[in-house]
């Protein structure tokens, strides 16, 4: 006889597939194989007392401060553990129930809903900015055009292309001036007719530098205030382009002094899910929610939104984390800019295996080899 212990990230169904177990089997093994853990802050106590004896009557279980049994406090933080197939009665079990049960029944269903991602986009970047905080992404003219044929040939699948830099502290430019600096780019993307051979995004907040992109044939715009002007939102609409919504807390002048957050992972998250109904409303088809890694947080703040990425896959949209090269990086290892990038590689698949679809990044190759080693990993 020989025992192994499997992984927890082994792939459930292509295992229990060669094992032969009978397909009507597979998919309820599977389910308890998966181990979810949810933290539910602010629970009536009888809620809490009603949860506990549910989830232990499926084999789940519920973790309560001492005192819950008696209601010793109105209110309580608890954790509920459990498998796949456990979560999915418990959802229905707890519908029937008061106290605010059938709501959080409701948002545990969402969860059990949820897949994560099997294909991952790159997207490169471009700067035609002199102050960008990375100056291995500054390009112009004919040599930005040189490194946009270099990253397709990589395998780029987006290259994001902007002018005004939006790192902590940067200066402020007007649209004018912004044009001024994308514009021969965009007219050389449209002259060698580049936008057939990768999708193209303008990172821009200004109307007038969008407009200008998406007639040059820009499909993806990419707004770092989340859509906040409604002639954005027009514009996207009008042109059926791909709008991309990033959470920044502040301005780029002063989102890195002393953030602040309630709950970072439900603020964010309710900032993103208002901005959504806003895109809808205007007719915004195609949405792409980015977290906004550095933009208004701190090194916690940060870890914390990628390590529980999986809450924002219950928005329905893909996930962009953009961590490549940031400052994050020199706070838990000392290390200039030029250095960063085996940090940036462990941000990105850490980021890739909580459920990021998209990768905002400087150093395309390299991810792609990255990427191409996990894939295989988690296939055996």
């Given amino acids: 006889m020989q025992v192994e212990k499997l992984s927890n990230s082994v ?33 009536h106590v009888g809620a809490a007392n009603i949860l506990k004896q549910d989830a232990l009557s499926v084999g789940a279980d519920l973790a309560v401060p001492r005192g819950t049994v008696i209601a010793k406090t109105p209110h309580v933080d608890c954790i509920l553990i459990a498998t796949g197939k456990q979560l999915e009665i418990l959802s229905k079990k707890e519908l ?7 709501e959080l029944a409701a948002k545990l269903k969402q969860f059990t809903k949820i897949k994560k991602p099997s294909h991952v986009e790159i997207m490169g970047v471009i700067n035609a900015n002199d102050d960008s905080f990375f100056s291995g992404s500054r390009f112009q003219g004919t040599h930005a055009i040189e490194k946009i044929v270099k990253m397709i040939e990589e395998g780029a699948d987006i290259i994001d292309v902007g002018g005004v830099s939006s790192r902590p502290n940067s200066l402020s430019v007007s649209a004018e001036e912004e044009l001024q600096r994308v514009k021969p780019i965009l007219d050389a993307i449209s002259k060698e007719k580049l936008y057939d051979k990768v999708r193209f995004s303008i990172d821009s907040y200004e109307p007038e530098v969008i407009s200008y992109a998406l007639e040059s044939g820009f499909k993806i715009v990419n707004d770092i205030t989340g859509l906040q002007n409604d002639e954005v939102c027009k514009l996207c609409a009008s042109y059926d382009a791909t709008a991309v919504i990033m959470h920044m807390q502040g301005i780029p002048q002063t989102m890195q002094e002393n953030p602040e957050y309630d709950d970072v992972i439900n603020d964010v998250y309710t900032f993103l899910e208002d901005r959504i109904h806003k895109a809808e409303s205007f007719g915004v088809n195609d949405i792409i929610v980015d977290i906004g890694i550095g933009f208004g947080k701190t090194l916690e703040h940060n870890l914390l939104l990628i390590k529980h990425l999986e809450n924002f896959l219950t928005l ?9 090269r940031k400052s994050m990086i020199n706070e838990i290892y000392p290390s200039k800019i030029e250095e960063r990038l085996s940090g940036t590689l462990t941000l990105h698949l850490e980021s890739l295996r909580n459920g990021a679809s998209i990768l905002r990044v400087h150093d395309v190759a390299e991810h792609k080899q990255a990427i191409k080693v996990q894939k295989a990993l988690e296939k055996i």
């Fill in 96 to 102: 029937a129930q008061p106290f605010g049960l059938k």
């Fill in 316 to 324: 329905g949209k893909k996930v962009l984390v953009g961590a490549s």
């Fill in 11 to 43: 792939d459930a169904k292509k295992i229990l597939t060669s094992l032969g177990v009978d397909s009507g089997g597979i998919n309820i093994l599977a389910s308890k194989m998966q181990q979810h853990i949810f933290y539910i802050k602010d629970l």
